[in-house]
């Protein structure tokens, strides 16, 4: 055997080998390379010298042509929110800019979202399409849309197709529905604009250019050396220059669409040696080689003959998938394509080549590949080159999983992939090919396990098959194993496929595991798919959805008498956001004198030895690097994040986390700042302390080895201090606090007294969950600017500015007037911004304070999630004694404990609304107790997000609910309207049902959902006693969400202008929930003037100082209040110049003349004789079904039916009630992240972490609002209601419907009817495992072949 067979692994080289090919030695000299990059965007030609290879096309378009439209989301290709459109030929595609190399683009030609429309010179019909459906509220993603949007339309696809086609772009608060209808009304629309050039955004101007313009200039090889950070790019455009290359630089690492390179290969200890950590350029003593396939001609070409497809080895993933649905429907190829469109998302698959992909694999264990299975199953064969002599290559022809074989073994013989071959030649026989994969989210997710299954049949006789499995085994891909116990087989007989589980089980790192579970699942469905290929039972609920259905009624939800203030319309801002023209914190053009930092943290949990800078500060361009040591020199002590134990930058010898703040680094450029960061080099002793287990949240393994330092107490004073955290939802009386526990008890004043003789049942339980990641679209981001004075303006994506401006002046030592904090807008909140943004922006504070150069700090994702917490993890026990009877109740009580990660002061406000809100719509007729108190751990700072609190409490009483049902075995339903609120009863807090502010139309809402609910609940009964592997549930959920808006001190100051023009700036910052949009109208209804004249200005404390923080769904209507009560003043003061013939400049000119003041200020400072004023009722029936097989889950309806009171904008209010569901329906099934064995957090970035997309919102989704309902509290801001976070609570009727389909297998499968607890998030591993899915209960059908 040949040198390079036994580099193969035992892999047959010698009979593949089809030709040898001869390369003299001769080197292209660097004189015939090019150094010029030449790339075209929106119709302009630029010719870029030497730029760095380092270099994204994303920062490129946002720092030198100052197209900020495409955002900074996630930069590692999973959310899209930096798309733009490259032209290839007569196509349009959209693209990741983030994970592309600029270098990359050279001869390419880019349209970005300027380049579609903008207010000047003219929206796109996509940019119109997205506003005007108000699919854009933050608007970071909105620009991403667009784009996504305007490459799709041409496709021209229909349905679930196009659906399907929008896998790549994350929006976290719309809720996807008005995105849909968007997406779906431009399919109806002729667009001009399909056949025109883009815009030439300097003039105005359309292009007038031919598109390939750049790619004509393109003559020869390119080479792009940055000596100074180690980095070399050759882009050879022959196969003969690509290995001369290789043999200049053997250790050259090849790419193709780099989009593994930058977006994957990180999660896999940078597997494939380029130079990037986690995105970007990593230090370097050598000069580290990229040379690029895709300039190759040979490897992209695509051949098609009779027999065979031949695809080189740069073709993307797109281009394969048309090739492969273009050639045939053989079941193999069928199979295939349907997989690749499962692989990553359509932004990756038009940037990624499949052998790159392959590449990957290979070299990072762990990875699961689709691209291999696909291929596996498409039975294809790959031409490797693999030089064994310096003047001689070999061409090896092999199937995929002796490929990877090859590739692992033979790194020093220069291998190069060169083509696929996929035969075309149809077959006599019968063949079943299978492909399925298992992922946390349906799509734009990686493989738990996947599967590729081919067997050819004669009659019922197994001839041949291909098995191949990833996930199960680290190293083994294809299953020799089973594919023996197959041949000659019987595909019908039961022994068959029980001969295959248990030769899978064997095959398998741990034959137990959930992945050789879903393996079993794979098995069994592929012999069904054989049996009966119509079966429902090989349907995958992740990837065969039809299309989605929404629709809405808001008739009668509005007050046309307050017209325009409650009028329902789109965003003041809405078109700017899908243009890409609204403006963000760091999308200012940068200072020339500006500079960038970043943090660096540690990487380990324990005690903190010694911090080194010196390698950090060789870093090329690195300004300083400050530790905490500087900042005590500085300012004499290292500043607080509004709590004490959570400092700006941690000390020597403090205990530290993974994650913890350790220094900050600051260069000229953003990646440099990176690059600095990541070289101080961080020395922690793990050993010093032995460090206690966290709280046990679930029964994993994982959560088990979560660890903890010390039990903290809640801070026992609840009211707000100077540069202290402050929480909404604190009520002044009620709850007590004391010895670190927060706890309410209440008794009726006329407590039921309770006949003896009558039985009582007593139930305990308890609700896991998992923390939920606040995931905004916006990372966590800040700019300061020094002014005269030694003062500061700073520019913060924050949701409350007094508290950043506190925050900063306490540690700089300053006065809170010498620091000014503005927020236009911030791109997502959540709740995250209301306390994790401190740091950031204290960051950027203490670098311009100390240098008296502006700094801005945009956190990468990643290091923005590894170093902030989210959600609490939560674990709610509950008691309650009932009637056996009737199940009413009579006792509840509920623990809450909540792991507040380093520092538990956020955690007193979300432990207050926890018990606060625990009774939901149920009365206790003797007692209702709740308590709660967290734990101070070893991770980052956990903080209140959407709903913070409630969402566990009202979960936890409706499971509670469903256990009292279950015990006494009466329906759930009835169990619920036994123990509703009624009319005069008396809630902990003081306030009586029914009266002052608080209507009970609870059960108006529930009379009219329930017998959509009963109607669902006798279907699912129905269909699962037709259907053993999917079943169906139903539930239906109630909820009251309680307001006070005496937390809300909120303060607005308005300005008429002498042209009648309006500006208004109030306390609250627009985060997304539409509150510049509600503000304006209130303003134009109040003065009397049209809405078009008022402007909303920044947010900022030296105009609106002293605010309560944007968050808790009051600040919109606070905010409308306080600017309300301002123009009441105005208006008061024109009321002389304002006749019925007077037209409103007239009367404004006329007023100014005579020297009226028409400036003044307004303040939201309710005062109430209740802790809460009103509440917002909401009902909402959902139905479900689960692929007990692979717990995989589909929404199929969701009925939602909400009371907002009198709409102030019920557009806005609609977005904000689907935002909210589709937000909880990632904390419920999709979202989660905890505290791994060595500290790291599990959702430490898009790979991992699963925010819901397209493809997991309800099939069918109907929200309505409560007609002509006013709220009748006196301090309602024109009878109005909260909208933000009341309708997060009724996903848990998501959550309870799959948990009867679960119940529903449990009793079919095994007869198991015992109570069983599902935790939070239920992920499909949980759900089967709950289903009770044993192998001897997957039983074959009566065969039809």
């Not at 630089?249 to 930058?262: D, H, M, V, W």
Request: aromatic share 6%; with cysteine; glycine share 8%.
């Amino acid at each position: 055997k040949t040198s390079t067979a036994q580099a193969a692994e035992n892999v047959d080289v010698e009979k593949n080998v089809s030709k040898e090919i001869m390369f003299t030695s001769a080197k292209t000299s660097t004189a015939q390379a090019r150094s010029t990059v030449v790339i075209t965007v929106n119709g302009i030609t630029h010719r870029v010298e030497n730029v760095s290879p380092s270099t994204t096309l994303l920062w490129w378009l946002r720092e030198e042509l100052h197209l900020t439209g495409q955002k900074i989301g996630c930069g590692e290709l999973g959310c899209g929110a930096c798309s733009t459109i490259e032209i290839i030929g007569s196509e349009r595609r959209a693209i990741n800019a983030c994970g592309r190399l600029l270098v990359a683009c050279d001869g390419g030609c880019f349209i970005t979202v300027e380049g579609l429309g903008s207010a000047k010179n003219g929206f796109s019909v996509e940019q119109l399409a997205l506003a005007d459906n108000n699919g854009s509220q933050c608007g970071y993603c909105s620009s991403g849309w667009v784009v996504a949007m305007h490459a799709i339309k041409r496709k021209k696809l229909k349905g679930a197709d196009l659906e399907k086609a929008f896998d790549g772009n994350i929006c976290r608060c719309t809720g996807y529905a008005p995105i849909i209808k968007a997406i779906k009304q431009l399919q109806d629309i002729e667009d001009i604009q399909d056949n025109q050039n883009c815009f030439d955004v300097t003039t105005g101007e359309r292009c007038g250019r031919a598109c390939d313009d750049a790619a004509k200039a393109i003559t020869n090889d390119l080479a792009v050396i940055d000596s100074e950070r180690g980095i070399a790019y050759k882009a050879p455009t022959t196969l003969q220059n690509l290995y001369t290359a290789l043999d200049i630089e053997p250790n050259a690492s090849l790419i193709g669409g780099s989009t593994a390179a930058i977006g994957v290969s990180k999660y896999y200890d940078d597997a494939l040696g380029t130079p990037w950590i986690g995105g970007f350029l990593a230090p370097s003593v050598s000069l580290n080689t990229i040379i690029a396939t895709k300039t190759v001609s040979e490897l992209g070409s695509i051949q098609i003959s009779t027999d065979e497809i031949c695809i080189g080895a740069a073709v993307t993933l797109t281009d394969l998938l048309e090739c492969l649905e273009e050639a045939g429907s053989t079941p193999q190829l069928t199979a295939a394509t349907r997989h690749l469109k499962r692989v990553a998302n359509t932004q990756v698959r038009n940037s990624a080549t499949w052998a790159g992909n392959l590449v990957l694999l290979a070299k990072a264990s762990g990875f699961i590949s689709d691209v291999l299975v696909a291929l596996c199953v498409a039975e294809a064969k790959i031409d490797l080159s693999l030089c064994s002599s310096n003047t001689k290559r070999s061409v090896v022809s092999l199937e995929p999983t002796e490929l990877i074989a090859t590739l692992r073994a033979s790194s020093t013989l220069k291998p190069v992939i060169l083509k696929a071959r996929i035969p075309l030649v149809p077959t006599s026989e019968k063949v079943v090919a299978f492909c399925d994969k298992v992922a946390a989210r349906h799509a734009n997710a990686h493989a738990i396990t996947n599967c590729g299954l081919v067997m050819r049949l004669d009659g019922t006789t197994i001839k041949k098959a291909i098995c191949i499995f990833g996930g199960l085994n680290s190293s083994i891909y294809k299953m020799k194993k089973i594919e023996s116990s197959l041949i000659d087989a019987q595909v019908t007989a039961q022994t068959t496929l029980s001969n295959a589980i248990a030769a899978l089980r064997t095959s398998s790192t741990d034959g137990n595991s959930y992945e050789a579970d879903l393996g079993t699942s794979f098995l069994y469905k592929w012999f069904v798919c054989a049996i009966d290929p119509s079966s429902s039972i090989i349907t995958s609920l992740a990837f065969d959805r039809p299309e989605t259905e929404s629709s809405y009624d808001i008739n009668g939800a509005t007050d046309p008498n307050n017209d325009p203030a409650s009028m329902p319309r789109t965003k003041l801002a809405a078109r700017l956001q899908a243009s890409g023209e609204a403006k963000y914190c760091t999308d200012v053009v940068k200072a020339k004198n500006e500079v960038f930092c970043a943090f660096a943290y540690a990487k380990s949990a324990g005690t903190l030895t010694s911090i080194s800078t010196t390698s950090a500060l060789r870093v090329l361009n690195t300004v300083i690097v400050y530790t905490a040591l500087d900042l005590i020199d500085a300012y004499g002590a290292v500043g607080t994040m509004a709590d004490d134990d959570d400092p700006l930058l941690y000390e020597l010898n403090q205990n530290v986390f993974v994650g913890a703040r350790v220094a900050i680094a600051v260069a000229t450029t953003y990646e440099d700042a990176i690059q600095a960061a990541r070289a101080v080099v961080i020395t922690i002793d793990t050993n010093c302390t032995p460090l206690q287990k966290r709280l046990v949240l679930i029964s994993k393994s994982d959560v088990d080895n979560l660890y903890a330092t010390t039990p903290r107490k809640p801070s026992e004073k609840l009211s707000a201090t100077r540069g202290k955290s402050r929480k909404l939802g604190l009520p002044r009386t009620g709850l007590q606090v004391q010895n670190g526990v927060v706890r309410l008890d209440f008794a009726p004043s006329s407590p039921l007294q309770l006949d003896e003789s009558e039985e009582v049942v007593r139930i305990d339980g308890s609700v896991s969950q998992l923390s939920q990641k606040h995931f905004t679209m916006e990372t966590h981001a800040a700019r300061a600017i020094p002014i005269e004075g030694g003062n500061l303006e700073v520019w913060s994506s924050s949701q409350d500015n007094a508290l950043t401006q506190q925050t900063i002046a306490a540690a700089l030592g300053k006065y809170d007037h010498n620091i000014v904090v503005k927020c236009r807008r911030a791109g997502g909140g959540f709740g995250s911004k209301l306390s994790l943004h401190l740091a950031v922006a204290t960051a950027v504070s203490v670098v311009t304070d100390l240098l008296g150069r502006p700094a801005r700090l945009h956190a990468e994702r990643r290091d923005d999630q590894k170093m902030t917490g989210g959600r609490e993890p939560c674990v709610s026990s509950y008691t309650l004694t009932a009637k056996k009877k009737s199940g009413l109740l009579l006792t509840y009580s509920i623990d809450f404990q909540v792991d507040g990660g380093c520092a538990t002061g956020d955690a007193t406000g979300d432990l207050s609304m926890a018990v606060a809100w625990s009774d939901n719509v149920y009365k206790a007729q003797i007692k209702h107790s709740a308590t709660s108190s967290a734990s101070q751990t070893a991770a980052p700072r956990n903080s209140s997000m959407r709903s913070p609190g409630v969402l566990q409490s009202h979960c936890t009483h409706e499971v509670a609910m469903v256990h009292l049902a279950h015990t006494l075995g009466i329906p759930v339903h009835t169990i619920q309207e036994t123990n509703f609120y009624s009319v005069g009863d008396e809630s902990p807090y003081g306030y009586t049902i029914g009266q002052n502010g608080f209507n009970w139309t609870l059960p108006e809402l529930w009379k009219r959902l329930k017998p959509k609910y009963l109607d669902k609940r006798d279907a699912a009964a129905i269909f699962n006693a037709q259907n053993t592997y999917k079943k169906r549930g139903a539930y239906i959920t109630p909820t009251k969400y309680v307001m006070g808006l005496a937390d809300w001190k909120i303060p607005a100051l308005v300005s008429i202008y002498a042209d009648g023009s309006v500006e208004v700036t109030t306390g609250g910052t627009e985060i997304g929930q539409g509150l510049y949009t509600k503000v304006a109208a209130c303003v134009a209804y109040v003065l009397g003037c049209d809405v078009s004249l008022v402007r909303v200005g920044d947010t900022a404390t030296d105009k609106v100082p002293n605010s309560t923080c944007t968050g808790g769904s009051g600040t919109s209507e606070s905010a409308c209040n306080a600017a309300m009560l301002a123009c009441a003043t105005l208006k008061s003061r024109l009321n002389d110049y304002l006749t019925d013939d007077t037209e409103w400049t007239d009367a404004v000119a006329a007023a100014l003349a005579d020297g009226v003041e028409l400036c003044t200020t307004g303040w939201n400072n309710v005062s109430s004789d209740y802790d809460f004023d009103y509440a917002t009722y909401g009902c909402a029936v959902a139905e479900v079904e689960v692929d007990i097989l692979t717990g995989e889950v589909s929404i199929l309806d969701l009925d939602v039916l909400m009371d907002q009171g009198l709409s102030l904008n019920a557009d806005i209010d609609l977005g904000q009630i689907q935002g909210a569901l589709i937000i909880s329906l990632g904390f419920y099934f999709t979202e989660f992240n905890t505290i791994q064995s060595d500290g790291t957090q599990s959702g430490d970035g898009t790979w991992e972490y699963k925010p819901p997309m397209i493809s997991d919102i309800p099939l069918k989704w109907n929200v309505a609002m409560l007609e002509n309902s006013p709220n009748p509290s006196p301090v309602a801001v024109l009878r109005s209601k909260a909208s933000g976070e009341p309708p997060m609570q009724l996903a848990s009727a998501l959550f309870l419907a799959a948990r009867e389909a679960v119940k529903a297998a449990r009793a079919d499968l095994s007869g198991n009817t015992d109570w069983f607890t599902l935790p939070i998030p239920a992920t499909p591993e949980s759900i089967r495992a709950a289903c009770l899915v044993t192998d001897d209960k997957l039983t074959l059908p009566t065969p039809s072949i």
